[in-house]
T-cell receptor, first 116, second 113 residues
Framework: AQKITQTQPGMFVQEKEAVTLDCTYD???????LFWYKQPSSGEMIFLIY??????QNATEGRYSLNFQKARKSANLVISASQLGDSAMYFC?????????????FGAGTILRVKS | KAGVTQTPRYLIKTRGQQVTLSCSPI?????VSWYQQTPGQGLQFLFE???????NKGNFPGRFSGRQFSNSRSEMNVSTLELGDSALYLC????????????FGPGTRLTVL
């Protein structure tokens, strides 16, 4: 079974600084996808960034970038120039193939607090 | 393009009752997945529906069921509610293409008293 590990229960970052949220994964499937979602206190899961296992370059989406190290099985999220609105729970997830279709397997999440 | 909608947003029930939650996907999305989120267990996959058929199922008891209609809207039903069913229930929809990014709704927060 696939597994996602987020070892940082909570993180603090100063406004305008960069922060890295850690994610390691375990899978025997050669083809997989990794996602990062943001969940504000309202509860909605907001898609941030995606990295496919065969992608040659690290994914970037605006202030979000994914530091993908395949050999180490890590997919860390880097948020540059943190803003107060970035305060939320962040989840790393992996797409797990099933007999038909697939599902997402989530890590435990990291709470990020941005300080002014 | 309208996002994923879930109704109701909040629900309070008592033990033993049953509840039905609804999820309307983004137009064109045919796959609807349901997830349960609790502080203790985190986010767990319940089941996925595609073209009105349950395609995949997570490790939940038979009290949890669902269905999907021809317009891709999905309902999830929980019978004989237990205190431990208190959770945020999220649905996620996708086109079920090779990329398969899932878009989430705002969730339904269920409290069982």
């Amino acid at each position: 079974a696939q597994k996602i590990t987020q070892t940082q229960p909570g993180m603090f970052v100063q406004e305008k600084e960069a922060v890295t949220l850690d994610c390691t994964y375990d899978t025997s499937d050669p083809s997989y996808g990794l996602f990062w979602y943001k969940q504000p206190s309202s509860g909605e899961m907001i898609f941030l960034i995606y990295q496919g296992s065969y992608d040659q370059q690290n994914a970037t989406e605006g202030r979000y970038s994914l530091n993908f190290q395949k050999a180490r099985k890590s997919a860390n999220l880097v948020i540059s120039a943190s803003q107060l609105g970035d305060s939320a729970m962040y989840f790393c997830a992996m797409r797990e193939s099933m007999e038909y279709g697939n599902k997402l397997v989530f890590g435990a999440g990291t709470i990020l607090r941005v300080k002014s | 393009k309208a996002g994923v909608t879930q109704t109701p947003r909040y629900l309070i029930k008592t033990r033993g009752q049953q509840v039905t939650l609804s999820c309307s996907p983004i137009s064109g999305h045919r796959s609807v997945s349901w997830y349960q989120q609790t502080p203790g267990q985190g986010l767990q996959f319940l089941f996925e529906y595609f073209s009105e058929t349950q395609r995949n199922k997570g490790n939940f008891p038979g009290r949890f069921s669902g269905r999907q209609f021809s317009n891709s809207r999905s309902e999830m039903n929980v019978s004989t509610l237990e205190l431990g069913d208190s959770a945020l229930y999220l649905c996620a929809t996708s086109t079920s293409g090779p990329y398969n990014e899932q878009f989430f709704g705002p969730g339904t927060r269920l409290t069982v008293l």
